[in-house]
C-alpha cells in the first residue's frame, strides 16, 4: 500500500480521535496511573519494494554494456508477527479525562518478505561485440555477463526492536459505561530503531572483457548479506480496558514506515568500475495486544 494513501487515511482519523478526547467529559473514577510493565504480541502485515541499479557509467568502465544504467524493482508483502516487552509510566493530564503515558519497548520480531529480481541481458551490446570480432561466435545467451543486470533472489527478515512511545488518551462516556470507569481511548506515536538483514543472491559472469562467459558452467553466484538498524516511526489508535486490579488490556493498530537508504554494494571505485546498488522501501499496518501491570 502506498505511504502517501495509508497517511491520508491515518492521519485525519488520528487528529479526530484526538479532538474526542479532548473534548469527552471525564467520569468520576481516576485513570490507571504510576509505573508499569507489559508484555505485547502483535500480527503485522509487512510490504518491502526492493529496486535494484547497475550503473555503468563511471569513468574507466570495462564491462560489455559500458555506459548504461539497468534498473528494476520488485516488492512482496508478507504477514510477520513480534512479541515485545514494555517499561513505562502513566499519568493525568489535569484536563478533563485526558491522560499521557511513555514507554521504552523492546521487540522481537519474525517474518520474511522475499522475491526475485529477473535481470537483464544487453542484446544489442553482445551483437555489438560478436560484429566488431566474429560474427561466427556464439550468442552467449546462457547466462548475464559483466556489467548486465544478473538475476538476483532476495529477502528482508526483521530481527529485533527498540525504542519510545508516547500515548494520549481519554475516557469517553460510552467506553466507560461499557468496560469500566478505567477504560481509554487513546493516540499513539513512537520512534524505533529495528534491525533487519537483507540478503541478495545472484547469478553471473565474473570473467573481466574481453573474457566473456559463454557456457552453463562458466558462471558464478555471489551472495551478499546486508544488516543494518532502520529508523521507523509508528502512529496509530488504540483501546484500553481493566481487566483486573491494576492490570489493564489495551488493543491497538497502527501504521509503521521504515527510513529508507541506498545499500552500495559496488561504489564504482573496483577495477570493472561498476557501481551497484540496492535501495528498499519498506512499511506495515499492524493490530497489537498488550497486557500491562501497574505499580
Not at 36 to 51: C, W
Not at 138 to 163: C, I, L, M
Not at 231 to 246: D, I, K, R
Amino acid at each position: 500500500m502506498d505511504k502517501m494513501n495509508q497517511s491520508a487515511i491515518l492521519l485525519p482519523a488520528l487528529l479526530v480521535c484526538t479532538v474526542f478526547l479532548a473534548s469527552a467529559p471525564a467520569p468520576v473514577a481516576a485513570v490507571q496511573k504510576g509505573i508499569y510493565i507489559g508484555i505485547s504480541a502483535a500480527a503485522e502485515d509487512l510490504d518491502v519494494s526492493a529496486f535494484k541499479i547497475l550503473d555503468n557509467t563511471p569513468d574507466g568502465n570495462m564491462a560489455l554494456s559500458q555506459g548504461k544504467i539497468f534498473t528494476e524493482r520488485d516488492s512482496d508483502t508478507k504477514t510477520a508477527s513480534g512479541f515485545g516487552l514494555v517499561f513505562g509510566y502513566q499519568g493525568p493530564l489535569h484536563y478533563g479525562s485526558l491522560y499521557w503515558s511513555g514507554e521504552i519497548n523492546l521487540a522481537f520480531h519474525s517474518g520474511k518478505a522475499r522475491g526475485r529480481l529477473e535481470g537483464t541481458e544487453d542484446v544489442a551490446a553482445r551483437k555489438t561485440h560478436n560484429d566488431a570480432n566474429d560474427p561466427d561466435l556464439p550468442a552467449f545467451s546462457t547466462g548475464p555477463q559483466v556489467g548486465e543486470n544478473w538475476p538476483e533472489r532476495w529477502t528482508f527478515e526483521k530481527d529485533h526492536g527498540y525504542g519510545v512511545t508516547l500515548r494520549l488518551g481519554g475516557r469517553p462516556e460510552f467506553l466507560t459505561s461499557a468496560l469500566g470507569p478505567d477504560a481509554g481511548l487513546y493516540v499513539l506515536a513512537g520512534a524505533h530503531r529495528i534491525e533487519a538483514e537483507y540478503v541478495n543472491t545472484a547469478t553471473g559472469c565474473f570473467e573481466v572483457p574481453p573474457a566473456l562467459c559463454t557456457s552453463e558452467a562458466d558462471f558464478g553466484a555471489s551472495t551478499v548479506r546486508t544488516k543494518r538498524d532502520y529508523t521507523t516511526w509508528t502512529l496509530g489508535v488504540g483501546v484500553h480496558a481493566p481487566v483486573a486490579e491494576q492490570v489493564g488490556l489495551q488493543i491497538e493498530t497502527y501504521y509503521r514506515g521504515y527510513d529508507s537508504e541506498s545499500l552500495v554494494q559496488l561504489d564504482g571505485t573496483e577495477d570493472l568500475r561498476i557501481r551497484a546498488a540496492h535501495e528498499l522501501d519498506a512499511e506495515e499496518i499492524g493490530l497489537r495486544m498488550r497486557l500491562l501491570r501497574y505499580f
